[in-house]
C-alpha cells in the first residue's frame, strides 16, 4: 500500500531560524495537504497544492509539490515560538489500486527554543 | 454544530471492559475518518467510510475493534475486551468529499487501567 514518509522526524532550532520538513510518498499523489497538530490538540488544515511543481505561500511558510507527484516540502521563515507542534503531509494516491484515501505522513516534530 | 465533535473526551477503563467511542462528524460531509494516535506518535489510521460504499477496515489493528456509521452521519468506533496497549487519542475526522480537506475532532482520550 501507500507509504508517506517525512523527515526529520524531529527538529529543534533556536527562534529566528528556518525550518525544513520534506514529505515522500511510495506513489503519485492526487494533491498534497499540510496540517499542523500543536502539543496537546488535533491537526488542523493548512493548505493544498494540486498542480505539479505548485508554490504556495502562507506568510512565513512556503509550501511546494513536486514535480512528479511523489513529494512536497513545507518550509518555515525565521520561525517563531507560535510554530512549535507537529507538521503533517498527506495525500490521496492517482491510482486507485493503491488506495482511495487520504494517507498521511509519519509527522515531523518542531521545537523552536529562544 | 460547526464542527466534528466527539464523546467522551476522556475514559477510562478497566482492562477487559468494552468501550464506545462517539463521533458526529459535520453535516454533509459523506467521508469519516478514525485515527489512533499514541502519545508523541504519528496518525495511524483504522477506518474509513466514504458515502453508501463499505467501510476500508485496513487499518483496524485486532477484531476487538469495530466501527459503524449509521445514516452517513454519525459513527461509533467500539473496542471490545480492552487492553492497556489500546491506552492512546482516539481522532475522528471528516471531510466533504475523500480528497478533501479533513476536519478533525478534539479526541477522546482512552486508558485502560
Known amino acids: 500500500g501507500q507509504q508517506v514518509m517525512q523527515i526529520p522526524q524531529y527538529q529543534h532550532v533556536q527562534e529566528g531560524e528556518d525550518f525544513t520538513t520534506y514529505c515522500n510518498s511510495s506513489t503519485t499523489l492526487s494533491n498534497i495537504q499540510w496540517y499542523k497538530q500543536r502539543p496537546g490538540g488535533h491537526p488542523v488544515f493548512l493548505i493544498q497544492l494540486v498542480k505539479s511543481g505548485e508554490v504556495k505561500k502562507q506568510k512565513r511558510l512556503t509550501f511546494q509539490f513536486g514535480e512528479a507527484k511523489k513529494n512536497s516540502s513545507l518550509h518555515i521563515t525565521a520561525t517563531q515560538t507560535t510554530d512549535v507542534g507537529t507538521y503533517f503531509c498527506a495525500g490521496p494516491p492517482t491510482l486507485t489500486g493503491g488506495g482511495n484515501k487520504l494517507t498521511f505522513g509519519t509527522g515531523t516534530q518542531l521545537k523552536v527554543e529562544l | 454544530g460547526a464542527g466534528v465533535s466527539q464523546s467522551p473526551s476522556n475514559k477510562v477503563t478497566e482492562k477487559g471492559k468494552d468501550v464506545e467511542l462517539r463521533c458526529d462528524p459535520i453535516?454533509?460531509?459523506?467521508?469519516l475518518y478514525w485515527y489512533r494516535q499514541s502519545l508523541g506518535q504519528g496518525l495511524e489510521f483504522l477506518i474509513y467510510?466514504?458515502?453508501?460504499?463499505?467501510?476500508?477496515k485496513s487499518g483496524l489493528p485486532s477484531d476487538r475493534f469495530s466501527a459503524e456509521r449509521t445514516g452517513g452521519s454519525v459513527s461509533t468506533l467500539t473496542i471490545q475486551r480492552t487492553q492497556q496497549e489500546d491506552s492512546a487519542v482516539y481522532l475522528c475526522a471528516s471531510s466533504l468529499l475523500t480528497y478533501s480537506e479533513q476536519f478533525f475532532g478534539p479526541g477522546t482520550r482512552l486508558t485502560v487501567l
Open positions: 453535516s454533509g460531509h459523506t467521508a
Open positions: 467510510f466514504q458515502g453508501n460504499s463499505a467501510p476500508d
